[in-house]
């Protein structure tokens, strides 16, 4: 299964893979923003099995781990950077040598500088998707970034660019720039999204983050499951809707339930159930559910031998929730 990404021409796997995870541990204001402690040779171990396994789009961002997930990413791939897309993110600031997130630079004049410091970490020459990683950045300001990037796309050190962002007209608004291809936004089957009809319209990616509802459908979690206080869904910002204080939410395990014999049918996990079901909305999804062991990535790679859900289990899981 295979994507073009959006109106670049690229093409790449249905499924990719989230890099948020294995950048380690993080923090703003002393709170965690990471997953917690990582093994980086388990990390680098299941990146490159996700490539043996058909996944070739590998989704990270400069302020994971402040730095940690591109190096990582650069250490898998080294040597076989024509076999793998890799995009990354912009425009969070941080310290890496204390681990700590330090503010937004949406300035204009920022932005080589920024790319520079992505690209020394991924070893490589050029980003194949760069995005930014404000999601409520005022339109006008995002547009203000436009001529730097589509000078980037002319020196050939991006290739495409796009926004993550879940908010439909901002994303309208950005697409119009030559070189958008792309919208990152959350997207599951616990949280749908108005972004893909938007991708629809101009031809870009639906770029799917937590498509696993953060691991609420992964199976694993029970309302009696409690995530450590060292993990961001332990502490629960504010925009957190999976977790409260490390307790996964009642009302969305309810809800996984319903459509549970839904999406594990025919032999599907219930992560690879929940992927079929993003891959049925639309030909533009793909998802990038993230990973910290070769298991989970084995796992999520062999939703693409299933690929996505009928026409009637769509429905009925879109009845169900």
């Not at 996700?50 to 961002?61: I, K, P, S, W």
């Not at 608004?173 to 089957?189: I, L, P």
């Not at 025919?266 to 070769?294: D, E, K, M």
């Amino acid at each position: 299964m295979t994507r073009t990404l959006g109106r670049s021409g690229i093409e790449v796997s249905a499924l990719g893979v989230g890099c948020w995870a294995i950048g380690g541990p993080f923090f703003e204001d002393g709170q965690p923003l990471g997953w917690g402690e990582v093994d980086d040779d388990e990390s680098v171990q299941a990146l490159r099995r996700a490539l043996e396994l058909g996944v070739t789009f590998f989704d990270t961002a400069a302020v994971y781990g402040t730095g940690h997930s591109e190096e990582v990413l650069g250490r898998a791939f080294a040597g076989r950077r024509d076999e793998v897309v890799l995009a990354t993110k912009f425009g969070i600031t941080f310290d890496a040598g204390r681990r700590e997130v330090t503010g937004n630079d949406a300035d204009p004049a920022g932005l080589r500088g920024q790319l520079e410091g992505a690209l020394r970490r991924l070893g490589t020459d050029h980003v194949d998707l760069y995005q930014l990683h404000l999601g409520d950045l005022p339109t006008d300001r995002a547009l203000d970034l436009v001529p730097v990037l589509d000078g980037f796309v002319k020196e050939g050190a991006i290739r495409a660019y796009g926004w993550s962002t879940d908010d439909p007209e901002r994303a309208a608004a950005f697409a119009e720039a030559s070189h958008a291809t792309s919208v990152q936004h959350d997207f599951s089957v616990v949280r749908d999204s108005p972004v893909p009809a938007v991708c629809e319209r101009f031809d870009l990616a639906s770029i799917n983050k937590a498509p696993l509802a953060m691991g609420l459908l992964s199976g694993k979690y029970t309302p009696s499951s409690r995530v450590g206080a060292d993990d961001i869904r332990g502490v629960s910002p504010d925009w957190m809707e999976y977790f409260r204080d490390g307790v996964p939410s009642p009302a969305l395990l309810a809800r996984i339930d319903a459509v549970r014999e839904v999406l594990t049918s025919g032999g599907r996990t219930l992560a690879q159930g929940a992927l079929a079901y993003l891959w049925a909305r639309s030909g533009r999804t793909i998802p990038i559910p993230g990973c910290r062991t070769v298991a989970q990535v084995e796992e999520n790679a062999g939703a693409l031998a299933f690929g996505p859900l009928t026409p009637d289990q769509l429905a009925q899981v879109q009845a169900l929730v």
